[in-house]
Structures are given as structure tokens and as C-alpha cells.
């Protein structure tokens, strides 16, 4: 049956995250993003969120860029074609090179729409199983190793199963030892973005003594060539997030041995289908995943709850509750984790609400599209 799309609003946000997150690539506190909304004839309301920041320094997109692909490409092709099924859009985007945050956003948006119209949790319209996902925390590059091995503290007693820590050179081997022997057991892991090259091979192979869940990203963004070289070098698994914008990359970097682990955010591979496809593909092929994040606000955050309910989401994903990024979310409830889990909302769609009030407060602008 059609999905009757009737109209498309692209809320533009800034919302101000309670902490700078820094990584190798640079620090963010003010997060400008924008939320799509798709409602239909029958009075539904899908959404999704776009998670493209303001400076191409992660991918290539930008908000900006995303607007224009919206908008000059998307949405025309949503008005030119009859959707019956959110798997419909991803072949009909795929006409178009790229742009990958861009697609997800308005798929994710059609996904919540599709769910709602089924009545049906969006985890199980999406073929996952899990009624609680295990999730992990990502720390931004901390002034100092006081304040870091502080803030893991803070965030081990919050219950998060692993702690994922970013380096770059001169904050990487020194300051995971650190961690290491201040916290012996903990489930640990570390993502470069991109921040090394195999120059880098010698000072790597010291994180083998650290017993590390995995590595992310050490080499360039694209890269799958030098990770299979890296990762024969390694025995600490390497784990790809960058280099992955589709099935095909993640089915080659498999075949070269370039990763043992691949980090899936929806965004990045241009959603929620494709996003489907590469765990599938992983889990016949024996390569665990996980949800990675782009701090995104709660609609994002829902999907990223809802895609992780597949069976071979194995790792913690660093999909943490909303009170780690923000003061007030934009909906309601706000995603919550007790002992490290979130439990999986089971009303239908994204299964949680809007707060309409909290969406206006941080929107500056209102873009109306109808069909
Ligand atoms: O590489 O996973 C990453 C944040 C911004 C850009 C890239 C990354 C990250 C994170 C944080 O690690 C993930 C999150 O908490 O949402
Ligand atoms: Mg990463």
C-alpha cells in the first residue's frame, strides 16, 4: 500500500551540548542539526534526524550540503515516485552519488512514518529482536589525565559497559596506560579518527599490551588498503568506522582483512536499509558491529536504539542516554540508561514523543515542502 507522504518540514536546530566533545579532527559543543518531519495524508508525523555537522571535517557533508540535496534532489524524487516501502528509497537515492546523511535523514523520517502507519515498534519493523540494548560511552580528549580517569569514573557508576576513549598522537599509548592500570578490567577501547598512517605502525603495536576491546579508524578516512596491512601487524582488532559508506566497503574491507569489528551509523551508510544489509552481511561473515553515534539529539538516538535491536549489534554501541549531551532533549521521555541498558521502547514508530515545546525552543528555522 502507498505511503501517502502529504507534506515534508525540515526543522533547522542549535542546541547546546552540556560538555565540548573533542576528537582528533576538532572540538564541538554547539550543535546545529536539523530534524525532517514527513506526515501523511492520514495525519501521521515520521522523523528523522540529519547528522551531518556544520564542518565537513568527519565526511564530507554539511547541514548546508544536506539542505541542498534535500531539497533540489529528495524531495523531488519523493514527489515523482510512489513509495510503498521505506526499503523502496533507498534504490531511487542510490541514483545519486554520495550524500549519505542526507538520504538517511528523509529515509529515517519514512521508516517512523511506515512503523506508525503498521502500528508497530520501529525495532520490529526493522527485524530486530532485542527488548534492551547494552550501550558504552565515547570521551571526547580530556585536558588532563586527572579529568579523564574523573570522567570515566563518573561514567563507570552510571552503569556504561565500555568506555571508548579518543587519541591522537601525543594523547594516545602514555595516556591509555594510564587508564589502563587505573582501571584493570574494564572493557576499553580506543578511535583515532583517522589521526595515524602506517608510519605509526611501531607506536600502534604498543596498544597490544593494553588488551583493548578494538581499535577505531587508526588510518585514513577512506582507507581500506592500509588497515588490512595494519590489522596483520595488530593483534588488538581493528575496528572500521569512516572507511564504511555502504555494503559494497564493508563486503571489500572484509575480503582484504582490513577490520575484525565495523561501527554502523545509520547516517554514514545512508540508512536504515543499507544499515540492515551490512549487519547482515557481517553476521554471515562472523564480523561483529555496533551502532556508533554522531551525538545526536533523541530522534536520532531512537533510531540509533532501534537499528541496535538487531541480533549482531553484539558490541555496546555508544548510543548513552540523553542526559550525557544535553540539559533537555526533544523528546519525551528522554532516552534513559540504568546498568548500562536502554530499554527498548514498544509503542509504535520511534516510540517516543516529540516535546513540541522543546523542538520550537531550539528551532530557528521552518522549511515547509509539500508533495
Ligand atoms: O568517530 O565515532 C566517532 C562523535 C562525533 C564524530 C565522530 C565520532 C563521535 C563519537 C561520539 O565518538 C559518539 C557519540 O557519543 O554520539
Ligand atoms: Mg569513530
Redesign the pocket.
Known sequence: MTIPIKNIIIHRLNMRMIDP?A?SFGT?QDKEFYIVEVVDTDGNHGYGEGVA?SIPW?TEETIKSNLAIIEDFLIPILRDNVIEHPNDLFPLFDRLRGNNMAKAAIEGAVWDLYAKREGVPLAKALGGKKTEIDVG??I?IQPSIRELLNKIEHFLAQGYKRI?L?IKPGHDVDMLREVRKAFPDTPIMA?A?SAYTLDDIALLKQLDDLNLMMI??PLQHHDIIDHAKLQKELQTPICL??SIHSLYDAQKAIELGSCKII?I?VGRVGGLSESIKIHDYCEEHGIPVWC?????AGIGRAHNVAITTLANFILPG???GSS??WKKDIIKPEVVVENGVIKVPTSPGIGYEVDEEALEAFRFEKLEFPM
Request: no cysteine; charged share 35%; hydrophobic share 25%.
Open positions: 566533545f576528537t564541538m555537522f568527519y560511552i565515547s571526547g571508548k579518543k578511535d579518527n577505531e579508524q568506522d569512516e561501527n551509523k556508533g553515534g554522531m551525538l545526536e555508544d548510543t548513552a550525557r549531551y
